[in-house]
């Protein structure tokens, strides 16, 4: 059965860091990994992608400021997040390309307010 832990999430004060992890399990034929995120009254939005091969893309509200990663050997994909601004509160949700399906974590709550 497929599964996403995410993990991570929380309160930071502006220009704090969190890291973000999301273990998947139970799917086959990984391709894409991605972190998305909402915002109260807002639609969800790709934050960062990571292909098999290992290229990367980002929002542009994010650039310089988060870097996705994944281990492959663990399936597990991280979103490391510097300098956040109050903007960045949302929850943040996982994304993972299977082979013919693609799968959503449950989502983890990430707070930037002093």
């Known amino acids: 059965q497929a599964q996403l832990v995410e993990s991570g999430g929380g309160l930071v004060q502006p220009g704090g860091s969190l890291r973000l992890s999301c273990a998947a399990s139970g799917i086959f034929s990984i391709s894409d990994m991605a972190w998305y995120r909402q915002a109260p009254g807002k639609q969800r939005e790709l934050v960062a992608r990571i292909f098999s091969g290992g290229s990367t893309n980002y929002a542009d509200s994010v650039k310089g400021r988060f870097t996705i990663s994944r281990d492959v050997a663990k399936n597990t994909v991280y979103l490391q997040m510097n300098s956040l601004k109050p903007e960045d509160t949302a929850v943040y949700y996982c994304?993972?390309?299977?082979?013919?399906?693609?799968?959503w974590g449950q989502g983890t709550q990430v707070t930037v307010s002093s």
């Open positions: 994304n993972v390309q299977g082979r013919l399906t693609a799968f």
